[in-house]
């Protein structure tokens, strides 16, 4: 299905074709670019919400700031389909989040228009104050950097950390705060209340629309003096209630807020700002879903909701004639209520992941033991072990790329002192189309080496459940992993009753004959698939479904080392430091000296497409488990050919 772009939209192929428009045109610019994205997300899947609350700032951006020499930088880049759109990449953003097509967040080596990779947020104050920083050592004071920042992405320290810096910088810097209470689900905390007292004052509002009128009145550019900057400057800080003094009091000049959906109101308002010098923050409120009434509606939803009919809004779902099996997310979410209703001690904390953790259920059941943190993974680990000192059992629900973003708090405030917090790491492994960002390829390594931590993984839905049952029992007094992979499990009646697995022991799925596959995880249904598939080259591999990454089953181990002469290990981590390597140092410690072939994740950056489609190119799917049981095996088929 071709879908064709406005007559304006059409014609632009970069910027500087939008910059030909005159600005009463920039109007049909935005419908237009809402439409496409609409019409190409509708069929395609995507990100939907977060771009279309930014469309006539994307535009507005672009039209007054001469990006690419300007660097535009997009905190979170799931909001930055229009920016692709008109950066040249409108004729291939079909392809947008497919296997070898373009990424769904900006990407240095995609465009010189995305002028820093952003998948995780709140990096784009600190990545567009280096650029402003090197601009001005290289005297390039003509230059301009942007940063645009969701509100929820101001919760992370990493934000304020930036700002703290941005204000004694002395750079040419412009934060765009583009405020819609939202991130994938709505925004929490203090930050949260302290922008709605700046929206809703009516007070400051009047003095917010006095000085504006004021400003829209002064001359800019050439005539612009140094004593009109300063009365400006100063109206600005009195415009600024008690309540709206954060950013002031960071050195950072503060202007709004302002409708981010009129555009002309923001081309006017950029035009002005970029004739002001050094740091400065502009609030801009947006509306999530902005031109599409029921992403407007229920913002959550539509944040990434999948294939639909944008007429009806009907989302398209698979159907099955039998049942299927849950996400494992989902087993997390109504396990974690079963296991809390048993154990008083039982808290969930997330890190603005209520939806995609599943943590939601716990949170609407048990309001008081359920929590989302906003995106501030660091705190996350911290106040998780806060509560672990005071006997507490706290399972801190954290996506596996972002867990990285936490690794000091996991080391010096879990690790060291022993606090027996549950880390339940999802997205574990190969997570598909968000691609590189998002892949959780580098857990088992990072946290096996760990000193005092329990590294796990369920192979099916129960044994997820029964990890969990085994990690907030009082005799479990260490720091637990539990990894668990983005999707559907295997198992369609999932909810078995809680059975406690003794840590660091494995299960023999299937004794078998001359080769053994040591499986951790998920991928371990991959290889009961292939071995299905190699009865027919007459080869009976074993089967060990291992469990544990650390600590390991040191008497399974032995058992399969010494019955099987090879010996293949497959996961859905990187094969550098990963459950594979445990093997190897485990053989290497006690003599073993058998034949070794691991199946993981190679040691290369990934990108995005389907998992299916990566778990085939990475090499540890079932074809390529069953293939690498061949060629271990070749002499044995040899001969089975030549008795046949």
């Known amino acids: 299905m071709e ?43 995507g990100h939907f919400g977060a771009s279309l609350g930014v469309v006539e700032l994307t535009t507005a951006l672009h039209y007054v700031y001469n990006t690419p020499y300007d660097q535009l930088v997009w905190d979170v880049g799931h909001q930055a389909y229009g920016h692709k759109i008109l950066t040249g990449r409108r004729d291939n953003f079909a392809t947008n989040r497919k296997y070898h097509g373009l990424s769904g967040f900006p990407k240095r080596s995609e465009s010189e228009y995305d002028s820093f990779g952003v998948g995780h947020s709140s990096t784009s104050i600190s990545a567009a104050l280096g650029m402003a920083m090197a601009a001005k050592y290289k005297g390039e004071l003509d230059r301009k950097m942007i940063a645009v920042i969701g509100d929820g992405a101001m919760t992370a320290g990493l934000a304020f950390e930036g700002m703290n810096h941005a204000g004694v910088a002395d750079t040419d810097l412009l934060i765009v705060l583009n405020d819609n209470c939202m991130g994938i689900d709505p925004n929490v905390g203090a930050l949260k209340e302290y922008l709605t007292d700046i ?10 629309d006095d000085v504006w009128k004021l400003l829209g009145k002064l001359p800019v550019g050439k005539n612009f003096s140094r004593a009109m900057g300063h009365k400006l400057s100063e109206g600005l ?18 202007f709004g807020p302002i409708d981010g959906h009129n555009v002309a109101k923001l081309v006017d308002t950029l035009k002005d700002l970029r004739e002001i010098p050094g740091p400065k923050l502009l609030h801009v409120l947006t ?11 229920d913002q959550t939803k539509w944040h990434a909701p999948g294939l639909f009919d944008k007429m009806t809004g009907e989302i398209h779902k698979k159907k099955f004639e039998t049942p299927q099996p849950p996400k494992y997310q989902d087993v997390f979410g109504h396990t974690i209520i079963e296991l809390a209703e048993q154990n008083k001690k039982i808290f969930g904390i997330t890190p603005a992941m209520p939806s995609g953790s599943s943590l939601k259920y716990m949170m609407e059941k048990m309001p008081d033991r359920a929590f989302d943190v906003g995106i501030a993974e660091q705190h996350a680990v911290t106040v998780s072990a806060g509560m672990a000192t005071q006997g507490m059992k706290v399972f801190c629900n954290i996506y596996s790329s972002f867990m990285q973003r936490a690794y000091d708090q996991v080391v010096h405030d879990v690790a060291i002192q022993k606090l027996p917090v549950i880390f339940c790491l999802d997205r574990a492994g190969l997570v598909g189309d968000d691609g590189p960002t998002h892949h959780g390829a580098y857990d088992i390594p990072y946290m096996r080496c760990v000193p005092n931590m329990i590294v796990s993984a369920p192979m099916n839905e129960s044994q997820l459940r029964n990890l969990m049952y085994t990690a907030q029992l009082d005799s479990t007094v260490l720091p637990f992993v539990i990894r668990y992979p983005r999707g559907e499990g295997v198992m369609p009646d999932w909810k078995t009753p809680f059975e406690e697995i003794k840590i660091g022991t494995g299960r023999k799925l299937r004794d078998g004959k001359d080769i053994a596959i040591l499986s951790f995880g998920h991928p371990g249904n991959f290889a009961a698939a292939a071995i299905r598939e190699l009865k027919n080259d007459g080869l009976n591999p074993a089967h060990y479904d291992m469990r544990f990454a650390k600590p390991l089953d ?34 290497a410690q006690h003599g073993h000296k058998n034949e070794v072939r691991i199946l993981g994740i190679p040691d290369t950056i990934v990108e995005h497409g389907t998992p299916k489609e990566l778990h085939h190119e990475c090499g540890y799917d079932a074809t390529a488990i069953a293939d690498a049981v061949r060629k271990m095996m070749k002499d044995k088929i040899s001969v089975n050919s030549l008795l046949q």
């Open 287 to 297: 509306v999530k879903g902005k031109g599409y009434a029921l992403a407007e509606k």
């Open 199 to 208: 929206t809703t004052s009516p007070t400051y509002n009047k003095v917010k």
């Open 237 to 254: 800080k009195g415009m600024v209630s008690s309540s709206a003094n954060l950013f002031e009091a960071l050195k950072l000049r503060y």
């Open 3 to 45: 879908i064709i772009p406005g007559p304006l939209l059409k014609t632009i192929d970069s910027p500087a074709d939008l910059k030909k428009l005159p600005r009463e045109k920039l109007h049909q610019v935005c419908d237009e670019l809402r439409q496409y994205i609409i019409d190409v997300v509708s069929v395609h899947g």
């Open 554 to 587: 040191e008497e399974l181990l032995h058992e399969a080392l010494k019955n099987y002469d090879k010996i293949i290990t497959v996961e859905d981590g990187t094969v550098e430091g990963g459950f594979g390597s445990a093997i190897l140092e485990f053989m």
